[in-house]
C-alpha cells in the first residue's frame, strides 16, 4: 500500500468525525445563547469547516476505492482537511474569547 493510501486511510475516518464535531459545536453556540452578530460568524465558519471536511471525506473516500494510485486526490483531501482543521481552530479561539467576555 502506498504512503498516499494510508494518509488517506487516517483522513476518512477523521475528516468524517470532524463534520460532527462542526455540527455538534453549532448546536451548542445556539444552547448557550452566545450573543449576537458573533454567535452567526461563529456559525457560518463551523458550517463551512463542515463542508471542507465532507470534502475532505469524499475525497479520500474516492482514493481509496480506485484501483490506482490517486496523488492528487489525497493532497486535495489533505487540504480541504486542513483547510477546515484551522477554521475549527480559529471558531473555537472565536467561542472561548465569546464566552469569557459574557461571564465579566
Known sequence: MSQSRDVSQHILPTAATMVGVCVTVIGIVRV????GAISTFIDDVLAFDSLFFLGSTLLSYASLRVQEPTPRLERWAD??????????????????????????
Open 79 to 104: 487540504v480541504l482537511f486542513l483547510v477546515g482543521l484551522a477554521g475549527l481552530v480559529g471558531a473555537s479561539f472565536m467561542l472561548t474569547y465569546e464566552l469569557g467576555q459574557s461571564h465579566h
Open 32 to 35: 448557550l445563547e452566545v450573543s
